[in-house]
T-cell receptor, first 112, second 113 residues
């Protein structure tokens, strides 16, 4: 079973700082997900990636399949980026329909 | 498109009561999931479905039941509610399982007292 670990658990930074959140997983996977949970509780999908790098606005996600590691970066951080960021991967190596296993999340606070 | 719609948003149950959490999606997704989120923990899979008429247990299925009579609807039934079922519940759907983005409902905050 895939084990997903995130770091740091909590991160407080000043507006404008470059943010990095890390995710490691234990088994070979075909795709990794990054999600954002708003302070109100809603969850949205940010990225799904299987190799290399993806960029959406100020958010960048990278993955290293060999090292079983992914990072989420936020450039020019803003208070509206304050949220919980969650990493998730397939529950079992080889995938299937068994759903995702989730990290515990990184609680990010960006101060003005 | 409304996406994934969950109802109710909040509910308080007494121990031993039953209830159904409703989930519907209008994206014609085959894959649907129920997760629970407890404080400080990652989301845990309760049940999932890969299409109408097909359901299967996830990591934490005890105390719950599901059905999938249509592609759109995936209700979660709690029988004999217990305090351990106090949690936030999320319904989600995806087009092709874990290799496609997940779409989440807004969640149901359930308290069992």
């Amino acid at each position: 079973k895939n084990e997903v670990e995130q770091s740091p658990q909590n991160l407080t930074a000043q507006e404008g700082e470059f943010i990095t959140i890390n995710c490691s997983y234990s088994v070979g996977i075909s795709a990794l997900h990054w999600l954002q949970q708003h302070p109100g509780g809603g969850i949205v999908s940010l990225f799904m990636l299987s190799s290399g790098k993806k960029k959406h606005g100020r958010l960048i996600a990278t993955i290293n399949i060999q090292e079983k590691h992914s990072s989420l970066h936020i450039t020019a951080s803003h208070p509206r980026d304050s949220a919980v960021y969650i990493c998730a991967g397939p529950m079992y190596s080889g995938g299937g329909a068994d759903g995702l296993t989730f990290g515990k999340g990184t609680h990010l606070i960006i101060q003005p | 498109n409304a996406g994934v719609t969950q109802t109710p948003k909040f509910r308080i149950l007494k121990i031993g009561q039953s209830m159904t959490l409703q989930c519907t999606q209008d994206m014609n997704h085959n894959y649907m999931y129920w997760y629970r989120q407890d404080p400080g923990m990652g989301l845990k899979l309760i049940y999932y479905s890969v299409g109408a008429g097909i359901t299967d247990k996830g990591e934490v299925p005890n105390g719950y039941n599901v059905s999938r009579s249509t592609t759109e609807d995936f209700p979660l039934r709690l029988e004999l509610a217990a305090p351990s079922q106090t949690s936030v519940y999320f319904c989600a759907s995806s087009r092709t399982g874990e290799r496609s983005p997940l779409h989440f409902g807004n969640g149901t905050r359930l308290t069992v007292t």
